[in-house]
């Protein structure tokens, strides 16, 4: 059997000081059959010089031309997504962090456990959580997190557990992805690839660590420790903060139940329900929640979220 192609969507912006050592991590994969698609978003520092010295040495690694900054994240690995040539699967790279030698090898290999009939598949995995100079804080995101390994649409529709640089997505879902052509209403690339595998395909879990995800003072986003007092005192004052959150994930399911009708079978009513959220009141919502089992995966988070609903 040929061998599975995987196409690397690698984002940068100000990344010189890590950059190398990701791509380095790259290189050293022991699946070697991928290439890699970078795409920097009007980075200010030597990003691109150090980029450029890995595409002379390594024909694999090519640069996608950004005529302006998409200015977020989820809008860069997007445009990567949009313009990326044909592969058998995807796999989506922060700029900052390290792979274990055999992510792709092992993501590769639960994705053809999961895949079927060329459905839409996503697949993900644990991390290493590390500090800067890539020392241990937790071998378990999802253990400090407190995160469900099991997605279902009913709760991913409320709280995210993919984290975007452990996905691998096959052709079918990239397709269906690319129907959208921005990030309105999207809240991160992440949630919203997993959304569409939830209610159009199949999801799997890798239950191990296979990349090291660091965390330092320039992260968009981090890993938080779910269970620490700081962090729960935290987020209970945060009171617009936790409401406009929940606001964003009506928003985003409302965009997807109006985009994606057709593709979206018997889960359509599901997902148009927790949309219509959007413009219910409170006690409306709540019975929403009840009815759907929209609930959060931790007494505490369920408890924060009837509060702010």
Known sequence: MKEKTVTVLLATFNSEEYIAEQIESLIKQTHQNFSVLVRD????????????????????????????????????????????????????????DVWCENKIEKTLEKMLEIERNNSPALVHSDLFVVDGKLNVISDSMFASQKLSKHQMLKNTLIQNNVTGCTMMINRALKELACKKKNTEQMLMHDWFLSILACATGNVGFVDEPLILYRQHGGNQVGAKDASSAEYIAKKAMDSKGNKNSLQGT??????????YKEELGENYAVIKAYGEMLEQGKFKRIQTCIKYGFWKNTLIRKIGQIVYL
Not at 59 to 79: C, H, T, V, Y
Not at 250 to 259: G, W, Y
């Open 41 to 96: 978003d009007g980075s200010k520092d030597g990003t691109n010089k150090i980029v450029d010295e890995f595409i002379k040495k390594d024909s694999r690694i090519k640069r996608l031309d950004s005529e302006s900054p998409a200015g977020s994240a989820q809008g860069n690995f997007m445009r990567l997504l949009l313009q990326a040539e044909d592969s058998d699967y995807y796999m989506f790279c922060d700029h900052d």
């Open 250 to 259: 009506f928003a985003q399911a409302k965009m997807i139940a109006e985009l």
